[in-house]
């Protein structure tokens, strides 16, 4: 059984895997993300609305009951997943960062996030912004800053700063976000992840959400590496005959996905006819690294070398 600092540090692809090979269990994988967020969370501020601990246990308990029957609901089995605050989980309050916002729980999930819960999250908690998303630097008067994880002094981007700091630090393998102006990249940008800017329609909004407002805005990927951001979309990703402007081009299953020897192709396996999923464009062009780690010492990966690139995706094209 790896550490927890070690478990922490994996992609969600490597994760997934072990978690579906029973040689890491989601109880384990749970544990870890708790404590860091314990650890890290009163400093930094990016998980908001925590559930009680020990009703995730359990819940994490029951995923591994389903992989010894043999059942996996999907690429996020067992995954700790903190929902922006700007979407609705069932059971959790939707504050939008608000002090005018009402504080009943939500009855429904938001589409995207049915949508991971059916592939096997498990829903935490939520992660802060900025009052009703509206600005670039996450803070707002219910929950309070939250700091960037690199430099606690600085701003942690936004309005997906509270999902982009928890990557950083490991509290979460993975993150959704929104996106109308920047929402997913400038955080990403600021805290040394990748946030994706999905096309118009490749993640649906929700059914009863106003259509002119769809528009301007989408839900989209965030993680820590490239593979694990298109795997993430591919769960978000699907047409929904309810959405008017969900697009009907389908994307493989996350768990088909592989990349190719090089790194540069994420391709479907076993289906050539379905293209690439995500291409790494030319180092010369949009490749970056940079040497740094977050501030504090325990939240670092075991890797300084950090790594963020664009990638385009088929009818996906992340810009907007």
């Known amino acids: 059984m790896p550490s927890a600092d070690d478990l922490l540090a994996l992609s969600a692809t490597e994760l997934s895997r072990r978690i579906a090979a029973r040689d890491v269990s989601c109880r384990e994988t749970m544990q870890a ?55 609705h989980a069932a059971g959790l309050p939707t504050s939008m960062g608000s002090p005018l916002s009402p504080r009943s729980p939500a009855r429904t999930d938001s589409l995207h996030v049915a949508r991971a819960r059916a592939a096997g999250a498990i829903v935490i908690g939520k992660t ?19 700091r960037n994880a690199y430099a606690p002094d600085r701003s942690a981007g936004g309005s997906s700063g509270g999902a982009a700091v928890a990557l950083a630090l490991g509290m979460l393998p993975v993150a959704d976000g929104s996106d109308m102006m920047g929402s997913l990249r400038n955080p990403a940008a600021f805290n040394n992840v990748i946030g994706m ?11 009863d959400e106003e259509l002119f407002f769809q528009q301007l805005g989408c839900e ?3 993680a820590r590496t490239v593979e694990d951001a298109a795997r993430l979309l591919a769960v978000q990703a699907g047409f929904d005959p309810r959405v008017p402007l969900s697009s009907p081009h389908a994307l493989p299953s996350p768990d088909a996905l592989q990349l190719d020897g090089d790194g540069r192709d994420c391709a479907s396996a076993g289906s ?16 970056a690294r940079r ?5 504090a010492p325990s939240a670092a990966r075991s890797s300084p070398a950090r790594s963020t690139c664009r990638a385009s995706t088929t009818g996906a094209h992340g810009c907007g």
Not at 197 to 207: A, C, L
């Open 33 to 87: 993300s708790l404590a860091r967020i314990e650890a890290l969370n009163p400093r930094f501020n990016a998980i908001v609305s925590l559930r009680d601990p020990a009703q995730l246990l359990a819940e994490a308990g029951e995923r591994d009951a389903e992989l010894a029957r043999g059942e996996r609901r999907g690429w996020m089995h067992g995954f700790p997943l903190a929902v922006k605050d700007l979407s």
């Open 128 to 146: 802060n912004t900025p009052e009703f998303g509206l600005g670039s630097h996450t803070y707002n008067t219910v929950f309070g800053i939250t």
């Open 197 to 207: 800017r999905p096309s118009r329609g490749r993640v649906p909004g929700n059914p």
């Open 220 to 222: 989209g990927p965030m």
């Open 272 to 287: 050539a006819a379905s293209g690439p999923i995500c291409r790494w464009r030319p180092a010369s062009a949009n490749w």
């Open 291 to 295: 040497r740094s780690a977050p501030s």
